[in-house]
């Protein structure tokens, strides 16, 4: 157990719906990332937070979007969703920027019909 | 823009043998190479890492060499164990933060 927690683990859903996913990073951590691993794309860097603030953003899509709140959860949330954003959403928190160990969550799976 | 290249993309080995990864990063400025452990719809988890001013660093059966010049990063595992049948992922990381990862390594060790 890495310490860090997401929810929910399985997500179906169908297309054109809007979803959160939602992290809490171990206790300490300052920093958030989020990462989408699919099938053929493997695992891409989404965005990251750091403090509450939005700190690198990735290959992330303009439908979707973060936040990192003042207890330093994070939440990712994806919107008109489409068959291609069915992947595994990983979450990883770090104690701060730089060369810092990544802890990850377990995931959430979204499936997309 | 960065990326990392990572070979070969699936390896098989008999138990007790040696198992090598190699990944090529393309951005000089690079500082953390990590490795990655994952299990099937597990998360990743880290195996071992090195940094840039580090040329090698062991961890009992598992090794990681950095070749800054040539931009090539290595994990090594002897004695290879069934258990360590996974998909083995490296990274590298700039600017400090996001991690940039290969495209995955599927080990498996034949008993």
């Known amino acids: 157990d890495s310490g860090v927690t997401q929810t929910p683990k399985h997500l179906i859903t169908a297309t054109g719906q809007r979803v959160t996913l939602r992290c809490s990073p171990r206790?300490?951590?300052?920093?958030v990332y989020w990462y989408q691993q699919s099938l053929d794309q493997g695992l891409q860097f989404l965005i990251q937070?750091?403090?509450?603030?939005?700190?690198a953003k990735g290959n992330i899509l303009e439908r979707f979007s973060a936040q990192q709140f003042p207890d330093l959860h994070s939440e990712l949330n994806l919107s008109s969703l489409e068959l291609g954003d069915s992947a595994l959403y990983f979450c990883?928190?770090?104690?701060?920027?730089?060369?810092?160990?990544?802890?990850f969550g377990p995931g959430t799976r979204l499936t997309v019909l | 823009g960065e990326n990392v290249e990572q070979h070969p993309s699936t390896l098989s080995v008999q138990e007790g043998d040696s198992a090598v990864i190699k990944c090529t990063y393309s951005?000089?400025?690079?500082?953390?190479f990590p490795w990655y452990k994952q299990e099937l719809g597990k998360r990743p988890q880290l195996i071992i890492d090195?940094?840039?001013?580090?040329g090698e660093k062991k961890d009992q059966r598992i090794a990681v060499t950095l070749n800054k010049t040539a931009k090539h990063f290595s994990l090594h595992i002897t004695e290879t164990q069934p258990e360590d049948s996974a998909v083995y992922f490296c990274?590298?990381?700039?600017?400090?933060?996001?991690?940039?990862f290969g495209a995955g390594t599927i080990l498996r060790v034949k008993s």
């Open positions: 990883a928190s770090s104690v701060v920027t730089g060369d810092n160990e990544q802890f």
């Open positions: 206790s300490g951590d300052l920093s």
């Open positions: 937070y750091y403090n509450g603030e939005e700190r």
């Open positions: 951005d000089s400025a690079s500082n953390y």
């Open positions: 090195i940094r840039s001013n580090v």
């Open positions: 990274a590298a990381s700039w600017e400090g933060n996001k991690l940039v």
